[in-house]
Structure formats: structure tokens, C-alpha cells
């Protein structure tokens, strides 16, 4: 009897050890992720990851520890760290979402786009109401060159309740690298009417209308552009430049004339004006135009190592324009070194070759001028035609 009356006390302290030492284990793994949120909250990464390192020890089946340390680990750009951390906590809870959405973050954030993408679609598959996770899978996909996936990705988003501008921002890039103009066109007014103040989908759809030939409608969405952003003198650019092309060129030099009382002896105006009138000058033969053109050229120098290809080719159009062959194929040659490269200098090197008799010459540069630009970009007043045998 005694016995088992022993027994019977040590069973029950021994319980009760175990149940405090149980309960003294919960209360320093709570404290030790306490002391790990407080110091990621004050950015202190190295304790967070310290304090949450210490809650995976007391409980190594924690998968909130594991999440927490990776978080931490991605704060202080140890990505890999945190990928080997979210990738255990994906794996102690397999239903989890968070795990999965940070892991795929993770992935993209070292522009592993491929996995971003997979691990996304794993997250939005447990939770196919989550718009977010379609749009972050779309743009994981867009990222890594799959625009049909992106496409079929971005169009759960678009249709779920809470749609963002950005998921439909990027419906209409998918949409318009695919070749579909007018879903791309919707797709970008619904962007923007969601989100009036956004620049990037304004813009796209500037650039959308303007290669439709649109130009009404094109300047109307660079001019909203300009209010928004009216410290940006490359908004009122785009503006004349638009204008011109539309055979405004009046109110284009007053554009820029005006852009110039904001920005005076802005080089990127100046030359801006000095295109509009070569555009003239090339079109029409007419002096006048030419000289103001080259009159807008002396404000801006072209013989620094930041001279852009832009500037250099701009240049040689006038000094082709004024007939100094030598000099515009100088100017011309250095402006095909310089990048990014402006493709319109070798159209014009082939109009100078043509102009010397050097046919093959002049075809060679066409061709590369060409295989720079799509067909939509050609531009008729750059380029020649040969005569055929």
C-alpha cells in the first residue's frame, strides 16, 4: 500500500514538473518573440533575429518564430537566410498563407522571378479570393517574360472584388504586348479613373493613344500630366513634341517657350525646339525654320563626354540640312557610338551616303536603322527609298 501510495506522489510531482516546466517554456518562448517584435520595431534587426532564434529553440515546431526570424532576416537584406526561414514555416503549416506570400516576396525581391511566380500561384491557390496574391502572381509572371500567364493572372485579379488600379495597369501592359490595342486602351482608363493621381498609368495611356495616332486625345492626357507634375519640365517636352507631331508647331515653340520661363537655359528645351524646326526645315525646305533651328542648337553643347546619342544625331541633322556633309557624317558616326543609341542616326548616315553616291552604304545604314525601330516608329521624313534596277 505504502507503495503505491509512493508511486502514486511521484507520478503526480512528476506531472507537475513536467506542466511547469511546460509553462515555463511557453512563457520564455512568448517573451522571447515579444522582445523580438519590440526590437523589429525599432529596427534593430540583429536582436530580433537574435530573440526569435532563441523562440525556435524553446519551440522548434513554431512556425510563427521561423516567419518572424525571416522577416527579419529580409529587413537586414539576408534573403537567402530568410527564404531558408519562410520555407520552414511554409513547411510547419502548409495551410498558411503569410509563410507563402513572404517566401514569394523573398524570391522576387532577388529577382528570382520564376519562383516568385510559382510560389505566388502556391498562395493564391489556398486563397482564391485574394486579389492581391493574383496581382503579385501576374506580376511575378510579366516580370519573368510570361506574359500569358501574367495575363491569365491579371485577369483573376482584375475580376475580384476590390480590384486595384495596379491590377488593371497591368492587364493593359500584358494586353498591349500581346497586340490588343483597345482592351489595353480600357484596361488603362480604368486604371486611371481608380486612380486619378497615379502617373504611370496616365502615361502609358499617352503613349498608347499617341501611337494610335490619336493625338487630340494623347495631348489631353499629357497635359493632365503636366498639372500633376509641374515641376517636371520634361512633361511640358512631351507636350510640344506631341503638338508638333500633330502639326501644331505654333503652339509647340510657345510650349516650350513658356516651359523656359520655369527652367531657363534648360538644354533639354532648347533642343526640343531645335527638332520641332529641323522637322520643318526637312519637311518644307525652308530656311527660316532651319536657322531657327540651328539658332536653338548653339544653346546646347555637344562636345562632352555626356553628350547623349540624341544630341549628337540632332546636330547632324542640321549640319545635313546646311549641306556640311563632312562635318553632319562626323557628328553622325560618334552619335552611333553613344548609347542608348539613337536609331535616326543612321537613317541619316544613309541619306548622306545616298547623297555621295554610295548606295550600298546608304541600304546598310537603312537596314539598321530599321532593325532598331518597329514599323510603327519609321520615321518617312528620316528615311530614303531606292530606285529599284
Not at 491579371?154 to 494586353?175: I, K, M, N
Request: glycine share 6%; with cysteine.
Amino acid at each position: 500500500m505504502k507503495r503505491a501510495i509512493i508511486l502514486i506522489v511521484v507520478l503526480v510531482t512528476s506531472a507537475a514538473v513536467v506542466a511547469l516546466q511546460t509553462l515555463a517554456r511557453e512563457w520564455q518562448y512568448r517573451a522571447l518573440l515579444s522582445q523580438g517584435d519590440a526590437a523589429l520595431r525599432d529596427d534593430q534587426t540583429f536582436g530580433a533575429i537574435e530573440a526569435y532564434s532563441g523562440a525556435a529553440a524553446v519551440r522548434p515546431d513554431s512556425m510563427l518564430a521561423r516567419l518572424r526570424r525571416g522577416e527579419a532576416y529580409a529587413r537586414h537584406g539576408e534573403l537567402e537566410a530568410a527564404v531558408k526561414d519562410f520555407r520552414a514555416a511554409s513547411n510547419l503549416d502548409p495551410t498558411a498563407i503569410r509563410p507563402l506570400e513572404e517566401l514569394a516576396g523573398a524570391f522576387y525581391d532577388m529577382r528570382r522571378f520564376g519562383p516568385a511566380a510559382e510560389t505566388y500561384h502556391r498562395a493564391f491557390q489556398l486563397d482564391d479570393r485574394a486579389g492581391r496574391l493574383a496581382y503579385k502572381w501576374a506580376l511575378a509572371s510579366y516580370r519573368r517574360g510570361d506574359v500569358d500567364e501574367a495575363l491569365a493572372a491579371v485577369a483573376q485579379a482584375t475580376h475580384l472584388p476590390g480590384a486595384t488600379s495596379e491590377s488593371f495597369h497591368l492587364l493593359a501592359l500584358c494586353a498591349r504586348d500581346k497586340g490588343r490595342a483597345q482592351e489595353a486602351e480600357r484596361a488603362l482608363r480604368t486604371a486611371v479613373e481608380l486612380s486619378p493621381q497615379a502617373i504611370g498609368p496616365r502615361e502609358d495611356l499617352a503613349d498608347l493613344l499617341g501611337s494610335r495616332n490619336r493625338r487630340a486625345e494623347q495631348l489631353d492626357e499629357l497635359r493632365e500630366l503636366a498639372r500633376m507634375d509641374r515641376g517636371h519640365v520634361e512633361r511640358w517636352i512631351e507636350i510640344a513634341m506631341a503638338q508638333a507631331r500633330a502639326g501644331q508647331t505654333d503652339a509647340a515653340i510657345l510650349t516650350l517657350t513658356n516651359a523656359l520661363k520655369g527652367a531657363p537655359d534648360n538644354d533639354a528645351v532648347y533642343l526640343a525646339m531645335a527638332r520641332i524646326w529641323l522637322d520643318v526645315a526637312d519637311a518644307t525646305g525652308d530656311r527660316v525654320a532651319l536657322d531657327k533651328g540651328l539658332e536653338a542648337l548653339r544653346r546646347v553643347p555637344p562636345d562632352t563626354n555626356e553628350t547623349t546619342s540624341s544630341t549628337l544625331t540632332t546636330y547632324g541633322r542640321a549640319l545635313l540640312l546646311s549641306d556640311q556633309l563632312d562635318r553632319a557624317e562626323e557628328m553622325l558616326s560618334r552619335a552611333v557610338d553613344r548609347y542608348p543609341l539613337d536609331p535616326a542616326a543612321f537613317a541619316l548616315l544613309a541619306r548622306i551616303a545616298e547623297r555621295r553616291g554610295l548606295p550600298e552604304t546608304a541600304q546598310e545604314s537603312l537596314v539598321a536603322y530599321k532593325a532598331l525601330v518597329s514599323p510603327s516608329q519609321v520615321i518617312p521624313s528620316l528615311t530614303i527609298s531606292f530606285a529599284k534596277p
